[in-house]
């Protein structure tokens, strides 16, 4: 199965190692400084460039890890996975 994760990207459920709401998480220095350094890499795709991330999708993408920022809120995309994490 996959997950729609905005535009015209979609991942594998089983390569998705988290979600990760982006307003929340960006209070949190070691997450700025983590997503500058993944971004600085190499690592982060920006989804949308005509809209604001709402979230941050970390998945493994051939053995390599990759961070997909979302236009879509973290919980839609919980829903559209079915995941629950309570």
């Known amino acids: ?31 700025s400084s983590f997503l500058r350094m993944a971004e600085e890499d190499g690592f982060v795709e920006r989804i949308s460039k005509e809209h604001q991330p709402k979230s941050f999708v970390i998945a493994e993408v051939n053995k390599m890890s990759k961070i997909y920022l979302s236009p879509i809120s973290s919980s839609t995309l919980t829903k559209r996975a079915n995941l629950d994490y309570n």
């Open 1 to 31: 199965m996959f997950l729609h994760l905005g535009e015209n990207v979609v991942v594998p459920i089983k390569d998705i190692i988290g979600i990760f709401d982006l307003n929340t998480t960006m209070y949190s220095s070691d997450t």
